[in-house]
């Protein structure tokens, strides 16, 4: 798998990098963003805004004007959701449905390589693009607090942060996998992929938005994730990490047993 591994890194680099680098600017810009901002006018101002905003960002109106909050919201900021998404989406649905509908599957069947290798070798590297984005934003944010003054800010709450981050990309990349080792289409499987995202992230702002909705929460796995929460806590919950992981887990099972043994058109 080691081959396999390292062919996929090849070709998903480029596109990590781009994407990683997207994500790191757009942090750079909300940050200078928030030092011009006049936290002193805009406080009654949040605090009149309406409760499906609320739910959306998802902490107080003093908890986002603090340099905290704010870092905290940046991470899952909808601009940032869609760099993530889009790299675990894209990647899986290419690397494996993908392969199958321009018929390259063939040229990699043929060599010494399993079919648990090839998906093996996907799973592997959506897991270390999921890491490397995380812990670039964590990078950032230590970079620009110390940068421009920024505080007080944990950053041992903030490496929180970034670890459940993984550990939710990691539970949608298992389910990318999954959508893309079932499928031989990769608009089908990132259709698939995306269905899911979207029902769990709206299950969850359903649950944040009213306690009628609260029990659809542990269900999504958005739902284990609260980047607001933990900087007011200070540190996570390693309950917080489970379910997430074994959705990913579960992801890349599947995944392996389908493609092994699925019927696949050269």
């Known amino acids: 798998m080691g081959v396999e591994f390292v062919r996929r890194a090849r070709f998903g680099a480029r596109a990590l990098t781009a994407y990683a680098a997207a994500a790191l600017l757009f942090q750079y810009l909300l940050v200078l963003v928030f030092r011009t901002l ?15 905003l609320r739910a959306l960002l998802g902490a107080e109106a003093a908890e986002l004007l603090s340099p ?10 909808p601009v940032m959701l869609v760099l993530y998404i889009a790299f675990v989406i894209a990647f899986a649905s ?7 509908e321009r018929r390259s599957i063939a040229l990699i069947l043929v060599r010494r390589v399993t079919r648990r290798q090839i998906v093996g070798g996907v799973a592997l590297m959506l897991l270390l693009g999921a890491t490397v984005l995380m812990v670039l934003l964590w990078v950032g944010t230590a970079l620009w607090t110390t940068v421009y003054g920024l505080g007080p800010v944990d950053l041992t709450a903030f490496a929180w942060v970034a670890g459940t981050g993984v550990a939710l990309l990691w539970a949608l990349s298992g389910v990318a996998l999954l959508a893309s080792a079932a499928t ?6 990132a259709g698939l992929a995306v269905a899911f995202t979207i029902a769990a992230y709206v299950g969850n702002y359903l649950a944040n ?5 609260r ?7 958005f739902g284990y994730w609260d980047p607001q929460e ?8 390693w309950t917080d990490l489970y379910v997430p992981l074994a959705v990913a887990a579960a992801g890349i099972v599947l995944a392996l047993i ?4 699925r019927d696949v058109a050269v």
């Open 258 to 261: 389908v493609f092994s043994r």
């Open 209 to 213: 938005l009213s306690t009628q909705w």
């Open 38 to 52: 006049d936290i002193g006018a805009l406080g009654p101002v949040m605090e009149m805004l309406p409760p499906g």
């Open 68 to 77: 905290r909050g704010f870092l905290a919201l940046v991470f899952v900021h």
């Open 230 to 237: 933990i900087v007011r806590r200070g540190t996570g919950q």
């Open 94 to 100: 290419g690397a494996l449905a993908g392969e199958i």
């Open 184 to 189: 031989s289409e990769s608009g089908r499987a």
């Open 215 to 221: 029990w659809i929460k542990p269900y999504s796995v």
